[in-house]
């Protein structure tokens, strides 16, 4: 009876066992394809037209040839296209002979006002898939996009978007030395399956991004100046209009008004190197500032599983710029630094303490106290800015792309941390004691590197209270998915019982 039940027990198990294979065998997604394997094109050496005959359309011709497709360029006037600025493997025909050699993709690299002047060949088209390049000339949304209006043209024709975003440059190299992603958007799915098995053939990385209705958005995409620049440039300009306002007012207006001493000579070259280490040293703190508050919000609420306030998800996103621009600064101020003994008031300076060391009488002056802190504070700022550099490195694509994300993350949050710590120091031992003598605060004012050193200070005495255990705990716990009792209050605490055995029936 045993050996009867044992035996039923396996055979039941070796069942399910090939049941889960059959079930991992299927894609968890319909109809997906897998990444590393592109369907095969059409079985042959398939024909490719290209109606129009500009820089856009020669690239385009040599990456196709390049990678096995037969191209057709169709052309308004043959004549005029000059030889040799096609290969020789490009077949050259007027715009109707193009169409009609395509087995099924058709290129238009021609400009939108160009449109209305195929109409003639809409029979011809009828059934072609015609891949619209097109940009949008400014931005700002109109009635249809340039894809919606080609639609409207050729109804019986399939319209995709796609193409749009890639250079006629990284045509010509090829996929490895610019952007792989090539978008598209269409409301055939057929057709963008087309399009992006050539894509793939190329050697880009397809990107589906829905139907037609996308195409003016897509098309808006090369027009954007640095879009996620903008915050971070213009806060970093603020900061060193108000350093440098805040050094001038300090420095130079208040001692010519009381003193008549003349300092404008500074604005040139002494206030801007002033101005660019507060600036970096403050926008640094901002690069790390917003994770500090998204941290509390997540200890505050006891959950992951809240939105951020818009403000802060757009600060988030923003914080490679504020690095970037950072170490723009940084590494201008050390510029600035190595320039100081080539300025002829520094001779002008060494001149008159020579002379006045003559004419007191010292021979060998030597101030102990003077040489460390020199040296001390010159050497956290240049460990300062090196790490600062590996972090802007390691902060381009191409370098961040072969990093693991435990390596990206100790580069950018560990070694950060590290940068933001010399660069302060470098401050503090600037300052020395001269932040607690009177002469120090003139008319008042403190200087401008104590105003820089303070939110950096405030960052990482935050991020210090992190690291405490009963807090870094807690924060670790909400991260993988554990939420207070006030905001999921069924037990998450599920009790296992070593050795437990169904009940036989």
Known sequence: MQCEERSGRETSSAETVVAMSDEMSVALLPNAEAPDAPPPMAPGRPTVAILGSGDFSRSLAVRLVACGVSVVVGSRCVKRIAPGLFPDAVELKDQEGAVARADRLVFLALFPEHYPSLLGLRASLAGKVLVDVSNAVKLGRSRLSNAEQLAEMFPESVVVKGFNVISAWTLQTGAQDGNRQVLLCSDSVEGKNEVAQLARRMGFHPVDLGGLCFAQDLESVPLGLF???????????????????????????????????????????????????????????????????????????????????????????????????????????????????????????????????????????????????????????????????????????????????????????????????????????????????????????????????????????????????????????????????????????????????????
Request: hydrophobic share 50%.
């Open 227 to 505: 879009p996620l620049w903008r915050g971070p440039v213009l806060t970093t300009f603020l900061l060193f209009l108000f350093f440098y306002g805040y050094g001038f007012i300090r420095g130079i207006l208040l001692p010519y008004l009381a003193n008549k001493r003349n300092a404008f000579y500074r604005l040139a070259f002494d206030l801007v190197n002033e101005s660019l280490p507060a600036v970096a040293l403050v926008t640094l703190a901002l690069v790390y500032l917003p994770g500090l508050f998204a941290a509390w919000l997540q200890l505050w609420r006891g959950t992951k599983y809240q939105r951020f306030p818009c403000w802060l998800e757009g600060w988030l996103l923003q914080r490679k710029q504020l690095g970037l621009l950072s170490f723009l600064c940084a590494a201008l101020h050390g510029v600035y630094s190595l320039c100081l003994p080539l300025r002829t008031a520094a001779q002008y300076r060494l001149i008159n303490a020579a002379y006045a060391q003559v004419k007191a009488g010292a021979e060998e002056p030597w101030d102990e106290l003077g040489v460390w802190r020199s040296d001390l504070y010159l050497s956290f700022g240049v460990l300062g800015l090196g790490v600062l550099s590996l972090l802007a490195i390691t902060s381009l694509p191409a370098v961040g792309n072969i990093l693991t994300w435990r390596e990206f993350t100790f580069v950018q949050s560990g070694l950060g941390y590290v940068a933001l710590t010399l660069s302060v120091t470098h401050t503090l031992v600037f300052g020395w004691n001269f932040a607690f003598s009177a002469q120090a605060y003139a008319f008042y004012m403190p200087p401008s590197y104590m105003l820089a050193v303070a939110l950096p200070c405030a960052v990482l005495v935050c991020r210090c209270f992190l690291l405490l255990p009963c807090i870094s705990g807690r924060l670790a716990r909400i991260r993988r998915g554990w939420e207070s009792t006030r905001k999921c209050p069924v037990s998450q605490h599920h009790h296992v019982v070593a050795n437990s055995t169904c009940p036989e029936v």
